[in-house]
Structures are given as structure tokens and as C-alpha cells.
């Protein structure tokens, strides 16, 4: 710990509602607590080819309400190779970083936990993802705002499937995980939730039919993964105007408003809790662990659990969404 005087910081994969926040904590906590903060720019991309900036108090002010990164975000080919990864360790030894916090979801604390490995270098990670899908964290960055805009997009579509008797397919995030699509359905009161962790033992979109699921409506709403694994909204909707006519059937795909907006209140606190925790963790002599969030207590993961391990859907929810459902 001695060792460590500067710290660098990178938003990577994906931009998530409260990253902004969490780099405004790890700044603070870091300069509060006597280290020199850099930014780099656009993830890996910054690290190889240099792209980095002095971080301030001034620097992070005014961003906490804010979507998106003021870091900017990229994938980087790059990084994944060899010689990319010798490049980002030039640019960390130039720059005199000691330490890094990253902040993103799977495939970015993936290139951390190699990073770290290939050049001992203290990394600690930050789960920054809309889809809160991983080990180690109840919550990650971002998710609880992505979850209240499905909310509000699918408020306001359950109008116009009243108004016209229709049945509405609405395509949410998550190619490998659905707690979007589950706990979205929950929330907006849809009658149903297409999920990969269930479309791999079963048919759902039959099994819906089959159930009747309209037998007292005259409209229904079903959130579905965008995974291939479930066929996504489009080849569900298909599925439906070849197998069973009788429905008047349309597609809504939210993409990229999931990523956008202010974040809400819960991942603002939670960003900034897992950002000061970062420099704790740097500061007891921790690395190459991911913060997380365990009822209300922050713990630490390694990077290997963290990305390893699955973060399993709890099935009971299921069962919910279908009694409440009729």
C-alpha cells in the first residue's frame, strides 16, 4: 500500500446509469485520502494508446446526475492482445499509475482480472452493467434505473395494447441473463417474462398460449430477452402470426433507451458507495476483487468468482408473475 500514490480510473463495455457517479466517488475518496487520480479516456482504448487526464475535485463536480461517462466508453480489440496489453502496461508505467478501478460488467473485469495476472498489477473492479448479471453483487450499476425505464416505456405501450386489443412483444436487454425481462414484467404488471434461463427447458411462448393467457383480457403485454436463445421479440412475433393467427400481434424493441437517462436515486447511492470502497479496498491491501453489494454491506469478490460463477434468477418470481397474471 505504501507503494500506491496515484490511482487510475476507466469506464469500460457498455455505459451504465451511475457510472458518472462512481468515478465522482473513487476521485474524492482517492484525493480525500492523498492519492493522485487520472482518467483514462475510452475504457482499454485510453490505456493503449494514452489517452488519460488529471482528475480534480473540480473535474467530477456536477456529474453525479448525469448518464453515460464523462470517461467516454469503447470496446478495444486491442486489449485482448498480447501486444495491446504490453501497450496499456507502457502507458501505466508512463503516466506513474500504481493502481486502477474499473468500472464495468463482465468482459471488462474479464480484461482486468488478465491484466492484473500478466503484470501483478493492483486492479479492483466496480460491476457496472445494466443487466445485473453478476456473481458477487445484488445490485449492479445501473440496473435499478435501466429496470425504471422499462417500467415507464411499458406503462405507456399498455395503453395503446388496451386501446387496440393487441398483443405487444417488448424486447428488453439481456442476452444472457433476464432479470430486466423478469423483474420488468413484475414491475409494469405484464402478463408475462421470456427469459434465457428458462428458454433453454422449455418452450414459454407456447406454454403461454397453451395456459390461455388471454382468456380474461382483451390485451397482453410479454417482455422478452433480446438472447438468441429466446428468439428475441421479432422471431417470437413471428412465431405467433404463424402458429396462432387468431393474435394481433406487434413488436416494441427498447434498445438503447435502457442505457440512457439520469440515474435514479438507488444507483446514485449505490455507485458511490462502491466507488469509495474501491480506494478502502486499495487502501487495506486488497486486489483484483470486484465490489459488491450483499443486503446493504459491501463485500469482495474475486475476479475470478465474480465472472466465473452465474448469478442465478430467483425462480419464485416466476410463479408470482403467472398467479398475478390471470
Same mark, same amino acid.
Given at each position: 500500500?505504501?507503494?500506491?500514490?496515484? =490511482?487510475?480510473?476507466?469506464?469500460? $463495455?457498455?455505459? /451504465?446509469?451511475?457510472?458518472?457517479?462512481?468515478?465522482?466517488?473513487?476521485?474524492?475518496?482517492?484525493?480525500?485520502?492523498?492519492?493522485?487520480?487520472?482518467?483514462?479516456?475510452? $475504457?482499454?482504448?485510453?490505456?493503449?494508446?494514452?489517452?488519460?487526464?488529471?482528475?480534480?475535485?473540480? !473535474?467530477?463536480?456536477?456529474?453525479?446526475?448525469?448518464?453515460?461517462?464523462?470517461?467516454?466508453?469503447?470496446?478495444?480489440?486491442?486489449?485482448?492482445?498480447?501486444?495491446?496489453?504490453?501497450?496499456?502496461?507502457?502507458?501505466?508505467?508512463?503516466?506513474?499509475?500504481?493502481?486502477?478501478?474499473?468500472?464495468?460488467?463482465?468482459?471488462?473485469?474479464?480484461?482486468?482480472?488478465?491484466?492484473?495476472?500478466?503484470?501483478?498489477?493492483?486492479?479492483?473492479?466496480?460491476?457496472?452493467?445494466?443487466?445485473?448479471?453478476?456473481?458477487?453483487?445484488?445490485?449492479? =450499476?445501473?440496473?435499478?434505473?435501466?429496470?425504471?425505464?422499462?417500467?415507464?416505456?411499458?406503462?405507456?405501450?399498455?395503453?395503446?395494447?388496451?386501446?387496440?386489443?393487441?398483443?405487444?412483444?417488448?424486447?428488453?436487454?439481456?442476452?444472457?441473463?433476464?432479470?430486466?425481462?423478469?423483474?420488468?414484467?413484475?414491475?409494469?404488471?405484464?402478463?408475462?417474462?421470456?427469459?434465457?434461463?428458462?428458454? =433453454?427447458?422449455?418452450?414459454?411462448?407456447?406454454?403461454?398460449?397453451? !395456459?390461455?393467457?388471454?382468456?380474461?383480457? !382483451?390485451?397482453?403485454?410479454?417482455?422478452?430477452?433480446?438472447?438468441?436463445?429466446?428468439?428475441?421479440?421479432?422471431?417470437? /412475433?413471428?412465431?405467433?402470426?404463424?402458429?396462432?393467427?387468431?393474435?394481433?400481434?406487434?413488436?416494441?424493441?427498447?434498445?438503447?433507451?435502457?442505457?440512457?437517462?439520469?440515474?435514479?436515486?438507488?444507483?446514485?447511492?449505490?455507485?458511490?458507495?462502491?466507488?469509495? /470502497?474501491? =480506494?478502502?479496498?486499495?487502501?487495506?491491501?486488497?486486489?483484483?476483487?470486484?465490489?459488491?453489494?450483499?443486503?446493504?454491506?459491501?463485500?469482495?469478490?474475486?475476479?475470478?468468482?465474480?465472472?466465473?460463477?452465474?448469478?442465478?434468477?430467483?425462480?419464485?418470481?416466476?410463479?408470482?408473475?403467472?398467479?398475478?397474471?390471470?
Amino acid at each position: 500500500m505504501a507503494n500506491i500514490k496515484t =490511482i487510475g480510473v476507466l469506464t469500460s $463495455g457498455g455505459d /451504465a446509469p451511475g457510472m458518472n457517479a462512481a468515478i465522482r466517488a473513487v476521485t474524492r475518496a482517492a484525493i480525500y485520502n492523498g492519492f493522485k487520480v487520472k482518467g483514462f479516456y475510452r $475504457g482499454y482504448r485510453g490505456l493503449v494508446d494514452n489517452e488519460v487526464v488529471d482528475l480534480k475535485t473540480q !473535474n467530477v463536480s456536477n456529474i453525479i446526475q448525469h448518464g453515460g461517462t464523462i470517461l467516454k466508453t469503447a470496446r478495444c480489440k486491442e486489449f485482448k492482445t498480447v501486444e495491446g496489453r504490453q501497450k496499456a502496461w507502457e502507458t501505466i508505467k508512463k503516466n506513474g499509475i500504481d493502481a486502477l478501478v474499473v468500472i464495468g460488467g463482465d468482459g471488462s473485469l474479464s480484461g482486468a482480472r488478465q491484466f492484473a495476472s500478466e503484470y501483478d498489477f493492483p486492479i479492483v473492479g466496480l460491476p457496472g452493467t445494466i443487466d445485473n448479471d453478476l456473481y458477487g453483487t445484488d445490485h449492479t =450499476i445501473g440496473y435499478d434505473t435501466a429496470l425504471n425505464t422499462i417500467m415507464w416505456c411499458v406503462d405507456r405501450i399498455r395503453d395503446t395494447a388496451y386501446s387496440h386489443e393487441r398483443l405487444f412483444f417488448i424486447e428488453v436487454m439481456g442476452r444472457e441473463a433476464g432479470f430486466l425481462a423478469l423483474n420488468g414484467a413484475i414491475a409494469s404488471g405484464a402478463e408475462a417474462a421470456i427469459i434465457p434461463e428458462i428458454s =433453454i427447458e422449455h418452450d414459454q411462448l407456447a406454454e403461454l398460449i397453451q !395456459n390461455g393467457f388471454r382468456d380474461s383480457k !382483451n390485451s397482453a403485454i410479454v417482455l422478452v430477452a433480446e438472447s438468441p436463445v429466446t428468439g428475441g421479440a421479432m422471431g417470437l /412475433a413471428e412465431r405467433v402470426r404463424t402458429e396462432f393467427p387468431q393474435y394481433d400481434v406487434r413488436v416494441t424493441i427498447l434498445g438503447h433507451l435502457q442505457r440512457g437517462g439520469s440515474p435514479t436515486a438507488q444507483d446514485r447511492i449505490l455507485a458511490t458507495r462502491m466507488g469509495a /470502497a474501491a =480506494i478502502d479496498a486499495l487502501m487495506e491491501g486488497q486486489r483484483n476483487i470486484m465490489i459488491g453489494d450483499d443486503d446493504e454491506k459491501i463485500i469482495y469478490t474475486p475476479f475470478s468468482k465474480a465472472i466465473k460463477l452465474e448469478k442465478t434468477i430467483d425462480r419464485s418470481l416466476l410463479e408470482t408473475l403467472r398467479q398475478l397474471s390471470l
